[in-house]
Structure formats: C-alpha cells, structure tokens
C-alpha cells in the first residue's frame, strides 16, 4: 500500500473513532494512533478544545485548507516527530468532532483526513519513508516496552508533541 493510502486509512480510522463511527482498527498502526491520540487529547482537552474553537472561528468555510496551512507551518522548523504526528492526529481529531456538533456531514471530516494523507503521505513521504512508515510508527513505540500508560516513550512522545501543541496555539492566536 503506498504511504498516502496508508496515511488516508489510519486519518479516517481515526476521524471515524473520534466521531462515534465505530469499527474494528484496520492496523496496528490505527489501534496506537487511536490510543495515543485520545490519551493526548485526555491529558489537554481544554486547551485542543479552544484551538479547535479558536481555528473554526478563523478558517470560515474551508477547514481543509486552513489545517493545510497549520500542518505546513508546525514543521516549519523542519522537527517533524511522531509527537507532533500525533499531535495533529489529535488535533484533527477534535476538530472533526466539533465539526459534526455543528451539523456537518462525514464528508468534511473525510476531507480532513485528505488533508492529513496529503501532506504526511505526500509532502512529508520521504520523512515518512526514513522513518519506517507506519510501521515504523509502530515499532517507534514498541521499543519502549509496548505503548502503556506508564511508558517513558509516551511521556517522551507528548513532551515532543507539546511542542507540537505550542505551535498550534502559536499560529492560531496570532
């Protein structure tokens, strides 16, 4: 499977997930997306909640195209990381969640994880391909004794994925 077909299945999986479409995780890869996702979402609900607010309110119409901009300019500095991977997992996540609290349709989510297999599986294939891919991902947090809720990896994972979050914050209030 190509990197964008594999990056657009795990982006509407976990779309999917976090708007109540239940099913069966397609990968490995899906089922620790989901879990370190949602856990990142756990421990900063508050603060992905008034971005996504705070993006919604910006962005108007075209949601897409503006988390386009934000995924482009969050690894500006060229630190792309499965932290910040994550990170925008989980962003996408609460944004998808708030857009169907207001009445849109599963095609602007859809539209969403587009987006994420866009630019992460094509603009960002190299890094992705460097890294293993999904795999990789996958492996990435195998290596600390399997993705838990005590694992250092995971602490590591959201210490560089609040970095992530710092720049979402960043680029939306300014």
Not at 39 to 48: G, L
Not at 95 to 106: D, I, W
Request: hydrophobic share 40%; net charge negative; glycine share 10%.
């Amino acid at each position: 499977m190509s990197c964008w077909k594999e990056t657009l299945v795990l982006a509407e999986d976990y779309i999917d997930f976090c708007i109540d479409i239940r099913q069966t995780p397609p990968s490995e890869s899906a089922k620790a997306m989901r879990f370190l996702a949602k856990e990142m979402e756990r421990q900063h609900h508050s603060r992905f909640h008034s971005l996504s607010l705070s993006f919604l309110e910006a962005c108007g119409s075209d949601p897409s195209a503006c988390l386009r901009g934000v995924m482009a300019e969050l690894v500006e500095d060229g630190k792309l990381n499965w932290g910040r991977v994550v990170s925008l997992f989980t962003f996408t996540g609460v944004l998808a969640t708030e857009l169907c609290s207001r009445g849109k349709g599963p095609e602007s989510c859809r539209q969403l994880a587009e987006t994420i297999a866009d630019y992460l599986g094509g603009e960002k294939r190299d890094w992705l391909l460097e890294n293993e891919g999904w795999d990789g991902f996958c492996k990435f947090f195998r290596g600390a004794g399997h993705v838990s809720q005590e694992s250092s990896m995971k602490t590591a994972l959201f210490a560089a994925a609040g970095v992530g979050l710092a720049g979402l914050t960043f680029l939306l209030v300014r």
